[in-house]
């Protein structure tokens, strides 16, 4: 199935969970805050959180700022 | 009288939304030539509280190090901002985002109007502050210095109002003191200068005025020498709160003489 995250579409396995595609990624889990097609998932909801095709997922994280 | 400059300054504190804090120095965590110097730089200024920004992962940087392995939240309060909102929508989005990490349940809320003068929109600001207080987030807003806003944003339960010394980064100071003197008599909430301070005497300037803190990112950050600015900032803050705390003389026209005159 294609992903749209963080603006770029990606292929991944149908049915994937947000965790799943979030570890594949390499992206740290701990420090993300995810969305999917504009709603935030909290950590302990990922695991359940199945995606499919088209879903635009976000994932945000803490940088420098002012 | 005989008290110390530390009793001083640690009886010498200031509540927002009933946290309390001493440092009045609050830094921003952007434009660091490098994470290291940031985290000297934080330390160095004495601050307690900092604001950070959310951003899009990069995905091409898999486990690179991020904000977070050089800033302790369990040292600093974050101050989450809504830097690059340009609507109450988004920065309610960004707010949410911020809480969700569990971190933090501040928010520096800034709805922008355009990119040239990064003056904020009043009308989406005042908006977003009055849903983001009823979600329960602790509100620092910013604003520019009208003081009709100012107080508009106080009734909207702001926790904290924030007018701009100057545009931000501009590195200008605190370019109208009378609005910040007529905000400062207006409202009751904590009032934070927050943006346009260049160099420790603009902090110093601010800090007169009476306000409760003074929020700066770019004066240390682009500084030749950042480290020694953020010590400079430290001690500006410091010594702008206690000259405030301590009442300056009125101005005179003439001259008064120090010595005595006497015969002799």
Same mark, same amino acid.
Do not use: W
């Given at each position: 199935m294609k992903l749209l995250i963080n603006g770029e579409t990606r292929e991944f396995p149908e049915g994937m969970s947000l965790e799943e595609v979030i570890k594949q990624l390499g =992206?740290?889990? *701990?420090? =993300?805050?995810? *969305?999917?097609?504009?709603?935030?998932i909290h950590n302990e909801k990922r695991a359940d959180c199945r995606l499919s095709e088209g879903d635009q997922v976000e994932l945000i994280q803490f940088v420098g700022g002012g | 009288m005989t008290a110390t400059l530390e009793q001083i300054k640690s009886e010498d504190t200031y509540q927002i939304n009933g946290k309390t804090f001493t440092s009045r120095l609050l830094v921003g965590t952007g434009k660091y030539a490098t994470n290291e110097l940031m985290t000297q730089c934080l330390e160095a200024s004495g601050t307690q509280i900092v604001t950070v920004a959310l951003r899009r992962v990069n995905l091409d940087n898999k486990g690179e190090k991020t904000l977070l392995d050089f800033i302790d939240p369990k040292k600093y309060t974050l101050l989450p901002n809504t830097a690059g909102?340009?609507?109450?929508?988004?920065?309610?989005?960004?707010?949410?985002?911020?809480?969700?990490?569990?971190?933090?349940?501040?928010?520096?809320?800034?709805?922008?109007?355009?990119?040239?003068?990064?003056?904020?929109?009043?009308?989406?600001?005042?908006?977003?502050?009055?849903?983001?207080?009823?979600?329960?987030?602790?509100?620092?807003?910013?604003?520019?210095?009208?003081?009709?806003?100012?107080?508009?944003?106080?009734?909207?339960?702001?926790?904290?109002?924030?007018?701009?010394?100057?545009?931000?980064?501009?590195?200008?100071?605190?370019?109208?003191?009378?609005?910040?003197?007529?905000?400062?008599?207006?409202?009751?909430?904590?009032?934070?200068?927050?943006?346009?301070?260049?160099?420790?005497?603009?902090?110093?300037?601010?800090?007169?005025?009476?306000?409760?803190?003074?929020?700066?990112?770019?004066?240390?950050?682009?500084?030749?020498?950042?480290?020694?600015?953020?010590?400079?900032?430290?001690?500006?803050?410091?010594?702008?709160?206690?000259?405030?705390?301590?009442?300056?003389?009125?101005?005179?026209?003439?001259?008064?003489?120090?010595?005595?005159?006497?015969?002799?």
């Open positions: =992206v740290r889990k *701990e420090t =993300v805050v995810a *969305e999917v097609n504009r709603q935030i | 909102c340009y609507s109450a929508e988004e920065a309610i989005r960004v707010a949410h985002l911020a809480r969700a990490t569990g971190i933090s349940d501040f928010v520096k809320l800034e709805v922008l109007y355009d990119e040239k003068t990064l003056l904020p929109d009043p009308i989406a600001t005042l908006e977003a502050t009055k849903t983001l207080v009823k979600e329960g987030f602790t509100v620092m807003t910013y604003t520019s210095d009208d003081p009709v806003m100012a107080q508009k944003l106080e009734q909207a339960g702001a926790h904290a109002v924030m007018p701009a010394g100057s545009p931000i980064g501009s590195g200008q100071g605190v370019l109208n003191p009378n609005n910040i003197r007529i905000i400062l008599e207006k409202l009751k909430c904590p009032i934070l200068i927050d943006a346009g301070v260049g160099s420790a005497s603009d902090v110093a300037v601010a800090m007169e005025l009476g306000v409760v803190a003074v929020l700066l990112n770019t004066a240390i950050a682009h500084a030749k020498d950042p480290l020694k600015m953020a010590h400079a900032m430290r001690h500006a803050t410091e010594a702008g709160r206690l000259s405030y705390l301590a009442g300056r003389i009125p101005k005179k026209l003439y001259a008064q003489a120090s010595t005595p005159i006497k015969d002799f």
